[in-house]
């Protein structure tokens, strides 16, 4: 149930963006800036968890959650699910969901 939640957060995220973008625009690199945060989230979950099953270096999930509110939460949302990393741990799962929740009020904030 959870995991469809979290898929669902993200077609949920970009029907309030465009709504949001037909009221007022928003700067014209937004979208971009998205992207890429998202992108380099997945890939930072990755390479996370691959140190996870070696045990070596770790990122900190305080750098996770900063990007993740940045922008970057849609990849964190699908680099969870993929990779099954950071889901089970309920407190980083708590400060994840506000994280989104904060970015998600931003947009918002905009109109």
Do not use: C
């Given at each position: ?7 669902l ?6 029907a ?36 996870a ?28 699910q ?9 407190s980083?799962q708590?400060?994840?969901?506000a994280?989104?929740?904060v970015?998600?009020v931003v ?5």
């Amino acid at each position: 149930m959870r995991s469809l939640l979290s898929w669902l957060s993200l077609p949920a995220f970009a029907a309030l963006y465009l709504w949001r973008a037909s009221v007022r625009e928003f700067p014209s690199g937004t979208p971009w800036i998205y992207l890429a945060l998202g992108v380099l989230l997945f890939v930072v979950y990755g390479v996370d968890k691959r140190a996870a099953r070696r045990g070596r270096w770790r990122i900190s999930e305080r750098n996770l959650l900063v990007v993740g509110v940045l922008g970057g939460w849609m990849g964190a949302v699908v680099a969870q699910q993929v990779f099954r990393h950071k889901t089970r741990k309920s407190s980083f799962q708590w400060a994840f969901w506000a994280t989104v929740t904060v970015n998600a009020v931003v947009v918002l904030a905009f109109v």
